[in-house]
């Protein structure tokens, strides 16, 4: 009855779906500059989310996202902060 | 006329667009079980890329992501490799 | 009264059981060089994640680690690619 | 006269001995959410540390641990963000 | 005729020059101790830039970088944190 | 007598020398594709090495550099996989 995590070793190894569906765990780890809404960050985790349980096949509560801002002036593309341009 | 990356340092404040949706630049990481076949990779980060730039506002090309695949006797849940739940 | 990070949906403030046990959700990622035995491993991810519950009182299967093996020219200390050290 | 890493693998080989127990060095990042207190922190890398040296017969000081604070709202499960969770 | 990233997908094997060379794209991360002054991180990144594309043929624009700054009682050696050496 | 790191919290302070020096440990993590030559490899962790000391004015043994080879098709940009662009 619990949907919960509670098997991570249980025989259901029927193609992708079952025990192994919720547990097959993708992680992402997401960089972008500082700066976006709160509901933008919102909308962006869940709609990887959706994306990636709909190719992959998993469950929702198995995919994890970390968001890490980055400032301006500690990302340089070109030997350039990006603080510096402008 | 082409919207292309020639500018890093033009500029372009206005708004979210113009140069900077060009440069802004969300890099992604992921990891996930070894297995998933090269479609399912390729549709993957297309649909991640696709996401990604309708929520944030940014072209294609500023989306960067690299797949990592972890074997399953290198990722551990619960202290038990997953090469050992079974 | 609790200071801790004690709701993350659930009710579940008893102490730290619950919920909230289960799923704070601390991740590891350990580099070390190549050439561990699988019982290293398995050895590993089972006493870091007892001692990482004992000491934030979370659950085990809260804890997820992943391990990366680096090849030893592939990790370079003073300059020197580890390979070439000897 | 150079007092640089000059024998990684100088011998040392008896065992897990000498020199390169020294220089064996797993790096660990973790992740977790913000909100430990500095003693929990100072527990769990020396707690971790300790484990890691037992099972790889490492040195401590080649153990390097990198802690990385995590914000609710920049973790998600499930394409929700624990900050949102409640 | 502006040699920029214009073709993704282009044909330009010859080697490793043209359009290849253009979109080789080493990604750094690098980790230091909180401290160092915008002059130094900026030197440092235009140092790396400048190596690397002299070592690996590429071009600047092709190099990104990301520093993080590490608190030090986030990091950890020998099981002590380094906000706890003194 | 011992020239291993023993004093991490040695009287160092004067300018950026002493202990410290030996100490202060940038990290840095290296993604590109995979195909370079060991020479070059070796070539670029060295240049870069030198390059951090020369700047951030550290000792040499106090940089940790790691590679990490991505294939081809696990990189994308644009929503494409490096292998599928040609």
């Known amino acids: ?7 991570p070793d249980a025989p259901a190894q029927r193609g992708n779906t ?3 569906r919720r547990f097959f765990m993708p992680s992402m780890h ?3 500059f500082e700066g976006r809404s709160p509901e933008k960050k919102r909308e962006l985790v869940q709609a990887l989310t959706e ?3 709909k190719v992959l096949g998993c469950r929702p509560d198995a ?3 970390i968001l890490t801002e980055v400032r301006k002036d500690h990302w340089a593309t070109g030997g350039v902060l990006w603080s510096d341009k402008s």
């Open 63 to 65: 995919v994890h996202i």
């Open 51 to 53: 994306q990636t349980c």
């Open 1 to 7: 009855m619990k949907p919960r995590p509670r098997r």
């Open 18 to 20: 079952g025990f192994y």
């Open 30 to 32: 997401i960089e972008l």
